[in-house]
Structures are given as structure tokens and as C-alpha cells.
């Protein structure tokens, strides 16, 4: 939750306060990449954090990710007809490779208010604790191997597939049985997709037009379906947890902007049946500036 800061004195106001929705009505003269739009948001979460450590110096509120969205922006570009073009396609490659990429799904998310933004450390978090179990996996099995080989076998899983006994090993030592079924379920969904799509490909023979054969697909999962996979399922599972505490925020913030006042904030702690001294603690944690 941020609080909402007094908008006169802010000047980049005129263009932080311009919706991502408007943001779409311009040309869209740049189309950005996976990898450079994942640079990009790398970058924002980067110079946020330096940001947001200002404002505390400062005693100013935090921004919420829209709002430094365009205020990163200004600081990059200073023209608003750049900043305009920069916005839109930022928006367009998040609607692009929405579905694609579990890094862009989740900023999307924080950028439309629907998630925390601290979320992404413990999603970091997992990516480090999938590797470092996979290498101790590789170390156990091949106990023999120098730590060279076992680097090499673990960039070789990085950029390729998936045994199956390491993905259940895995996913046995992370979750409870449950999770651990809903992933088996998931990953064994996306193993029988490629066998029937190699299946339609008739095996990979060449087409009877006399056409190059369609290469099969390796019947394993890849380490970035594995990694992504898992990743979505955490944001799911998290938003579960969020889910009323969201609908609540979202009744009080009318105007959809992530940003809401004490009063409203005290309202939403009435809905949540706090008492009078949990808010006033929580309010003064919060707004400890009171601006």
C-alpha cells in the first residue's frame, strides 16, 4: 500500500499521472524484444529500489510501480514525446509476451496494482533454491565427478530438458504432497502436449509434398518450462493468499490508481475489524511522516 502524496508540488506529475491506457493511443513506433523489454524491467526494479530508498531519506511516500514507471521514465528521457513512446511500448511487450515469460507476468501484475512488489524476491528466491538443488542432486549422483563436471552437467539442464527423477526430486523436497500433485499433474500435462503434437507431426517424416521433416519435439521438460512452471505456480498460490485482502483494497481505491488515503485506510481497517489501537500503530508504520 502507498499513501497518496500531495500532487502540487510534484512536477512530474504532468506526466506520471497519464494512465497506461492512454499511454496505448500513441504510434506505437518501437516494439521491444523479450530480452530488452526483460532488460527494462530488470532496470525499473533496479533504480525503484534506489528510488524508494531516497524517498525514505527524503520523508516523502513511496511511489507505487506505475507511477515510477513514468517517473523512471522522465529521468531517462525528460521528452514527454519519448517518455509517451517508451510507456506505450513497455505496455504493448507486456500484453505481447504476457503468457510467455513468468518475469513479465509478474510485473504486470505489480504494475496494475495486483501484486506486491516485494514478491519478486521470494520468486528469486526460488530460481536460486531450483538451481542449488539441482546441483546437489548432480553431486549426489555423479559423487565421483569433479566440480567441472558437474558445472557442465548443470549448464547442460540449464539450457536443455529435464530428467524426470530430478524435477521429483525437486518438487518433493519444496512442497507438501498437495503441491506436489498439482505439479506432477502440470508437468505430466506438458509432457503429453509435445508427445501428441510429435504425434501430429507424424513422427517427423517429410510431408508427402516432398517438404524438410518437422523435427520432433524432446518428449522432457525443458529447465525453462520447469523453472516457469513453478514460478507461475507460486504467483498463483500467493494471490490465493492476497485474494481478500485485494478485493477489500480494491473496494476502497475507486480509482483503481494502487494508491489510497489514511481515511481510506482506516476504512479498510474497519472492513478487516481491527481495533483502535492496531490501526493507529499501523498508520503511524505506514505514514509515519503523515504527508
Known sequence: MAVKPDPTPVKKKRVGTTAPQ????????????????KDVIA???????????????????????????????????????????????????LKTFLREDHDVTLFAKILKNECDEEFRFIQTHVKETLQSLLRSLLKEKHSFKSETDINRMQEQVLSGTVDEWIWRKIIEKMYDPRDFQILEARFQALIDDKRQRNSAFDGGRPSLGGGPAKPKLPEKLTYSEFQKTILDFQ????????????????????????IIEELEFRALLREMRADPA????LVQMLDPYNN
Open 43 to 93: 532496470d525499473i526494479y533496479s533504480q525503484k529500489i534506489k528510488f524508494d530508498k531516497k524517498c525514505e531519506t527524503l520523508k516523502q511516500p513511496r511511489e507505487t510501480m506505475e507511477q515510477y514507471m513514468y517517473t523512471y521514465l522522465n529521468q531517462k528521457y525528460g521528452l514527454k514525446n519519448i517518455i509517451v513512446e517508451w510507456a506505450a511500448a513497455i505496455i504493448n511487450g
Open 235 to 258: 504467483l498463483s498460490e500467493h494471490e490465493k493468499f492476497l485474494s481478500e485482502f485485494t478485493q477489500l483494497f480494491k473496494e476502497v481505491d475507486r480509482d483503481r490508481n494502487g
Open 278 to 281: 492496531e490501526t493507529e500503530l
Open 22 to 37: 492512454k499511454a496505448l493511443g500513441a504510434t506505437l513506433q518501437r516494439v521491444l524484444t523479450l530480452k530488452q523489454l
